[in-house]
């Protein structure tokens, strides 16, 4: 199994609808449909992202979900560690102290501070932390906007505007913008 | 689940006590209870170890395992790659492709190319594979050499040398050096 599942990959397609939704919630369920992913799935994941602060929920029948901050200060960093958890690269199970030779207890200088080989993973796990952390939604969403043509944003605002219409008749939404 | 099992932990544990035995080799076996881990886990780990040509195999009573290249030119990278295969950070499932307003089938432009998301997990996933690539089997064991005491090795020499004599009585084997 990869090491960042597939909510990981939900989650940040549905802030890039998020993201041209502007001050128009969506729900859960209009970004699992509008998507073709599992709608319970989806619900699981926008709680994490609440609490993490990167979305905030409106409750009611116009309710959904919107960006909590600027897509600028939203990091592909955040979000992972939102929906994942800090989930270790590696996770020591401190081996260096059960050698043989030592008998019942491991002497000090063999269990003090980090284990090389921890230290080493912490360096990799640092690494890839660093550059997720240099990638924003806002990045994210300029570069989908440049390749998407102009047809695709319009009938996605009429795909959400007769979702979010239907919910209260004579509501427009606003121009959502980009997805994935 | 940390993204680098135990098997990892394990491998490169045995791997630093290959460095010190030099031209003798040790069985998984010898290995595993020198470090007061799983014998059957070992045994599962070396045949990885050898087809990755990391180290060789000696059949027969004095059998076990060697380095088979020089620990500088054994990285965390490829000692990783061995053990677990080429595990993938992110495991891209394509949804960009299922958007409602697409129909039956999305267009070229929306699945050509590398998704945008992707793109950024495979960046995370090369800057962590990249740190792991510039730490060998001996500046690690070096780094070890230089924290434990004289009389560990000559404890740990003491050990191996009963169990490897105990299997051919008369044969000594060569001093021990660094475990992790």
């Not at 709608?39 to 609490?51: G, M, Q, R, T, Y």
């Not at 409106?58 to 990091?75: D, F, K, M, N, T």
């Not at 990799?124 to 660093?130: D, G, H, K, L, S």
């Amino acid at each position: 199994m990869a090491h960042l599942t597939v909510s990981v990959e939900y989650g940040i397609h549905c802030l890039l609808w998020l993201v041209g939704s502007g001050d128009t919630p969506l729900s859960s369920r209009d970004l699992a449909e509008l998507q073709g992913i599992s709608v319970s799935f989806v619900a699981k994941i926008f709680p994490k992202l609440e609490k993490a602060g990167i979305v905030s929920a409106c409750e009611g029948v116009r309710g959904g979900y919107r960006l909590a901050r600027p897509p600028e200060e939203i990091s592909f960093l955040q979000i992972v560690d939102a929906i994942e958890g800090k989930k270790p690269l590696f996770d020591c199970q401190e081996i260096r102290s059960r050698c043989a030779v030592f008998g019942e207890t491991a002497p000090d200088w063999a269990t003090s501070g980090v284990c090389g080989i921890h230290k080493i993973m912490l360096k990799a796990e640092n690494a890839m932390r660093e550059e997720l952390s240099t990638h924003s939604l806002a990045s994210l969403s300029a570069s989908f906007s440049r390749k998407a043509p102009e047809s695709f944003f319009i009938e996605v605002h009429e795909w959400t505007t007769e979702r979010t219409g239907s919910r209260k008749p004579g509501r427009r939404a606003k121009t959502p913008e980009p997805p994935a």
